[in-house]
């Protein structure tokens, strides 16, 4: 039986799921903010910390492709509402924790529950905009809210630590979250795909244990060290346990990842060309933060402000790209706007410097994040076309799997990138210069110089890195055709 969603609630769904892809997307910005003042009153050190957000991301690794199998099996609503609710209550926990252990766990608990949302959301989205064009179009405005909340993170957290402390980090959640919990209830509907037989536990277990030990090397590669013996033991367990998925897919009658997606031309090209462009992205935009403070002086408050741009940019470019859904074809939309991120990359290794302006920040930021945006739609939307219609919202995980794998590895390699340019950099500069006056005080101002002269050279190095992965994602997605009648049709899923 096919749901009819009545046309004046269709819109009242959209901003339903805003709300809580906001608040989870929210959650991972705006506590950042805080570890400092987590750190000094739980009397940890910094490298102890870190494990709050590795295990945050561990956990929201594991759980996305479970949660979306769920959602396809037993009502996304269901799961949407389970994840919603867990959330609030993790939330509560965090900001009672007490010690160490007790925030990673509660965090945890966080990041399990906000896992879901994504996959879900996506898939209630596809079933409540069954026409091709209107979809792109929604599906482009629910994602202009993770430009809104990577800026209102910093904005919002920045005043609220200060003012009430860091626990309301995790409080502010409660209202907002009881508030999109009961919208949802009211306004979302339920749909499904087929019933499932049996849930793959074993192949969720599998596929678990092999993206936490990804997750993980990735995190802390750089730390431990590419070749130490703990990085070496967690390339065996990816390898071990994705063997191991792999068989138990092949045969589990209802598998948690259909293997056949990666035969669909269109789903792999499309997924390839997402996790090339989050990884030369988030790789070398991580780093903008840590240049501004470092170099330019920049507090948390003032480094936020310099994401305003970008978050405008989303917003606008999103929806911009997605009402072109049938007008343009959607790979010359993706390729040029993979292109337009690319330059964006490309005017920040010219722009920065120690002398840079929040201008020299901001306007590559609104060029990149002008072109991430106005593909974003299109890409979406190629995901969700291209797979049977009662897997979207699997399809949907996956994708955003692969979107977060890109960015963890995107980070490990641009931040080993970055500490080799450096290297490289201070020989080069020392081989090519001279030091006249031979004081303590000349030695170490020459030193310095050198040091700074080599950072801030290796940030060039970095984004033109950056900007060479975008151009090849831009270039191989002209490659692919993506059939617009399948971009058009509209989706039929049983509920």
Known sequence: MTETIKENSKWLVLFTVMVGTFLGRLDQTIVNLALPKIINDFSITVSAAGWIATAYILANAVFVPVWGKLGDTVGRKKVYLLGFGIFIVGSALAGFAWNLSSMIVFRIIQAIASSADYPTAMAILAFTFKEGRERAQALGIWSSVFAASAVVGPLLGGPLIDTLGWRWVFFINIPVGIFGLLLALIVVPESKGRDAHSFDWWGAGTLGAALSALVLVLDQGTSWGWLSQDSLLCYASVILFTSIFYHIEKHHREPIVDLKFFQNAIFVNTLFNNF????????????????????????????????????????????????????????????????????????????????????????????????????????????????????????????????????????????????????????????????????????????????????????????????????????????????????????????
């Open 276 to 495: 090339i462009v989050f990884m030369g992205l988030m790789g070398s935009v991580f780093l903008i933060p840590i240049f501004a403070q470092t170099f330019l002086g920049y507090d948390a408050t003032q480094t936020g402000y310099l994401f305003i741009p970008m978050a405008v940019a989303l917003m606008f470019a999103s929806p911009l790209g997605g009402a072109l859904t049938g007008r343009i074809k959607a790979k010359y939309i993706i390729a040029t706007s993979t292109a337009v991120a690319a330059l964006g990359l490309f005017l920040f290794s010219y722009f920065i410097d120690v002398r840079a302006t929040a201008v020299d920040i901001m306007f590559p930021l609104f060029v990149m994040a002008f072109g991430l945006g106005f593909g974003m739609a299109q890409r979406t939307a190629a995901v969700a076309a291209a797979v049977p219609q009662h897997e979207i919202g699997v399809a949907s995980s996956i994708l955003a799997l692969a979107r977060n794998i890109a960015g963890a590895f995107g980070i490990a390699l641009f931040g080993t990138i970055l500490n080799s340019a450096t290297k490289h950099n201070v020989l080069t500069i020392a081989s090519n210069s001279h030091l006249y006056a031979h004081t303590a005080v000349a030695t170490q101002t020459y030193i310095g110089l050198i040091e700074l002269k080599a950072q801030v050279d290796a940030y060039h190095t970095i984004f033109l890195v950056g900007m060479s992965i975008l151009l090849t994602a831009a270039i191989i997605a002209l490659l692919f055709d993506i059939p617009e009648k399948k971009l058009k049709e509209p989706i039929v899923i049983e509920g």
